[in-house]
Structure formats: structure tokens, C-alpha cells
């Protein structure tokens, strides 16, 4: 079974609109997540490190305005896109390590966000 | 640029053909993994090789690496319609950026019945 779970799998909404995207650890900890975008047709671009009980570490010409990452507990990540625009339409995954060195990543499902 | 290089970008081949992938990466890694997406769908695990080691299998996959080029190559054999999908190389540097990969710019397989 997922041993994460993201939340929802697909919205749609009007520009303008803030959006909740959630991460969650089952059946383990996860001190770090990380969150990455995917444009159609493209690969997977890392966005931030997600850092339990500290601030969010963003990559280079990601908006840390613009999408609010928040880790409140040990197994939820939340990635808020605010205002969102048509631009920012993409697929938003997120990820857990593995408890172990040389083991893969955990992702989630992914969540597909359309802005009209 | 973050991401690898991959290639071919495209691979169009028939049912029962081999398929082989190429992925390059940039910095020096703690291990590789290969992913698989279908359209729209989520991430895949397929197989992840440690940067001691220089081949691996499951099943139908056979993945090798070569850490003095950087390279990584992933090969499925007897291909099936249901192979079609994009696939992605993942590198992980381990250390401080332990969990962080660096995902190439991945192959879109079809595979024709």
C-alpha cells in the first residue's frame, strides 16, 4: 500500500485562488519532504525541502511567496500555491526518504492543478 | 541546469524489441534510481543501484552504471505494449541532500502491439 498520501489528486479552480496540498507519512516519520513540479511533458523539477519544526529551503527561482510550505508534524507537509494563475497550472508531487540509505524515495500520487 | 541529461528523448520500437535507455548526471551520487510514469499518473519505483555497484536486474530490467562517466543506462527487454510509458533516471547525492533527487529529462517510450 502508499506509505504516502497526497491530497487531492486533481483541482481545478479560478485564478486568483489559493490551493492546500497535502503530504502525508503513513506508518512512519518524515523529518524532510521534498516537492517537486512537473509541466507537461517535462520532468520533475525540485521546488523545496520541506524541514519538520523549520522553515522550508526553496530552489533557485521558486517563489517562496508564492508557494507556502508548512511541516507541522513529523508525518504532514502542506504546500500552499496562493493566488494561483494559469501559469502555475502543473503536477505537484511530493516525497518522503526512506528510513535507510539506498533505499527509493516515497512519492505520493501526485496532484494534477489546473487554473482557468 | 538542475536536471540530467537523457536520452533518446522519444523511443518508438515494437512488441518483443529491446529497449535501452541512456542518463548522464552531474555530481557525484550515493545512488541512481529509475522511475516509470504513465500519462498523468504518479511516479513508479523501478530499480535503484548503489554507486558501488556497476549492474543490476529485476525481471525484465537490467540497469548499469558507470560513476568515472556519469552515465546510467536502462534496458528493457522483450518489450510489452504495457511498457509504454516515460521513464526517468534519478540521481541521489546522499550526505546533506540526502532524499533530494535530481531527476533527468526522461524518455517517452511507446511500445507498438
Known amino acids: 500500500g502508499a506509505v504516502v498520501s497526497q491530497h487531492p489528486s486533481w483541482v481545478i479552480c479560478k485564478s486568483g485562488t489559493s490551493v492546500k496540498i497535502e503530504c502525508r507519512s503513513l506508518?512512519?516519520?518524515?523529518?524532510?519532504m521534498f516537492w517537486y513540479r512537473q509541466f507537461p511533458k517535462q520532468s520533475l523539477m525540485l521546488m523545496a525541502t520541506?524541514?519538520?519544526?523549520?522553515?522550508?529551503?526553496?530552489e533557485q527561482g521558486v517563489e517562496k511567496d508564492k508557494f507556502l510550505i508548512n511541516h507541522a508534524s513529523l508525518t504532514l507537509s502542506t504546500l500552499t500555491v496562493t493566488s494561483a494563475h494559469p501559469e502555475d497550472s502543473s503536477f505537484y508531487i511530493c516525497?518522503?526518504?526512506?528510513?535507510?540509505?539506498?533505499?527509493?524515495?516515497?512519492f505520493g500520487d501526485g496532484t494534477r492543478l489546473s487554473i482557468l | 541546469s538542475q536536471q540530467g541529461e537523457e536520452d533518446p528523448q522519444a523511443l518508438s520500437i515494437q512488441e518483443g524489441e529491446n529497449a535501452t535507455m541512456n542518463c548522464s548526471y552531474k555530481t557525484s551520487i550515493n545512488n541512481l534510481q529509475w522511475y516509470r510514469q504513465n500519462s498523468g499518473r504518479g511516479l513508479v519505483h523501478l530499480i535503484l543501484?548503489?554507486?558501488?555497484?556497476r549492474e543490476k536486474h529485476s525481471g525484465r530490467l537490467r540497469v548499469t552504471l558507470d560513476t568515472s562517466k556519469k552515465s546510467s543506462s536502462l534496458l528493457i527487454t522483450a518489450s510489452r505494449a504495457a511498457d509504454t510509458a516515460s521513464y526517468f533516471c534519478?540521481?541521489?547525492?546522499?550526505?546533506?541532500?540526502?532524499?533530494?533527487?535530481?531527476f533527468g529529462q526522461g524518455t517517452i517510450l511507446t511500445v507498438h502491439p
Open positions: 506508518d512512519f516519520q518524515a523529518t524532510t
Open positions: 516525497s518522503a526518504p526512506a528510513p535507510y540509505s539506498n533505499q527509493p524515495q516515497h
Open positions: 543501484i548503489r554507486s558501488n555497484e
Open positions: 534519478a540521481s541521489n547525492a546522499g550526505g546533506t541532500s540526502y532524499g533530494k533527487l535530481t
Open positions: 520541506s524541514n519538520e519544526g523549520s522553515k522550508a529551503t526553496y
